[in-house]
């Protein structure tokens, strides 16, 4: 498109008489025939989805919905103690912590299989990325966790239920068990898939762009969040973590001291 034409959308419209959204009619089309997470596909990647493409989807977005009292949960437990007249602005914080270190880690990996799947050699692809990796002596994006060993049991499953499906090309899961064998290989043990490394290969397998990724992670973990609140609402939590890291890191500087 060049800079003179107009933008358009292709998502929704409507008339005085009924709503579409692309070229489904919403009231005689899709409600009380579609799911949600049809119709969510069908927005995000322009097409109508398999069915193969909806099993995967919410299986991953099940695995995404919910980690306990991680950075995320936490900030909408605080904001929602803060402002509980708020309720989406609690979900907004929390939805803030979704990026590169947390919850929406499947796109740093789904690059490095970007790199293997256009590679001409995908296993010195896969062992050069995974030297860079230790060169940083950080771990490579997709493996290792600090809480599951030594595998980490939902990555093993999401690929389990990936590779049962005679639909998908299997080049995304291919890629990941080459960059598996070369992050094993540098590091001299085993290191494990962990679950945002399968979604990264499972959401390539139907066809979402790395760039989107991302999104899938932040609509399942507000489901989760919400959640969070319900569970705020009934027990608060959100003074106690406050009190409690008030009290774990002490004050160190000079003021506060009684004076001679």
């Known amino acids: 498109m060049t800079s003179s034409a107009k933008p358009v959308t292709r998502l929704c419209t409507h008339t005085l008489t ?6 489904a009619n919403l009231v005689e089309d899709l409600m009380g025939k579609t799911t949600f997470t049809e119709v969510m596909l069908m927005q995000i990647l322009g097409r109508k ?5 909806l099993r995967i989807t919410d299986v991953v977005l099940i695995v995404l919905m919910e980690h306990g009292l991680t950075p995320s949960a936490i900030a909408t437990r605080l904001i929602y103690m803060s402002a509980p007249e708020n309720l989406q602005g609690a979900v907004s914080a929390g939805l803030l912590a979704v990026g590169s270190s947390f919850v929406g880690t499947m796109e740093n990996c789904s690059v490095l299989l970007d790199r293997i799947v256009a590679a001409e050699d995908a296993g010195a692809e896969a062992l050069e990325i995974a030297h860079h990796y230790k060169g940083l002596k950080s771990p490579v994006p997709g493996f290792g966790h600090h809480l599951h060993k030594p595998v980490d049991p939902r990555a093993y499953r999401l690929l389990e239920l990936g590779r049962a499906e005679a639909e998908l090309a299997g080049g995304r899961i291919r890629a990941l068990e080459t960059l598996s ?15 945002t490394g399968a979604v990264a290969a499972l959401l390539g397998e139907i066809g979402v762009p790395t760039g989107v990724m991302r999104g899938f992670a932040v609509i399942s973990r507000a489901a989760g969040l ?4 319900v569970e705020e609402q009934q027990s608060p939590s959100g003074r106690y973590i406050w009190d409690t890291v008030e009290h774990a ?3 160190v500087g000079e003021g506060g001291q009684e004076e001679a």
């Open 18 to 23: 009924s709503l579409h959204y692309r070229d």
């Open 49 to 53: 989805p398999r069915l193969v493409d």
């Open 181 to 195: 064998r070369a992050v094993d290989e540098v590091a001299g043990r085993p290191i494990t898939i962990n679950a």
């Open 226 to 229: 919400v959640a969070h609140i």
């Open 249 to 251: 890191i002490p004050y």
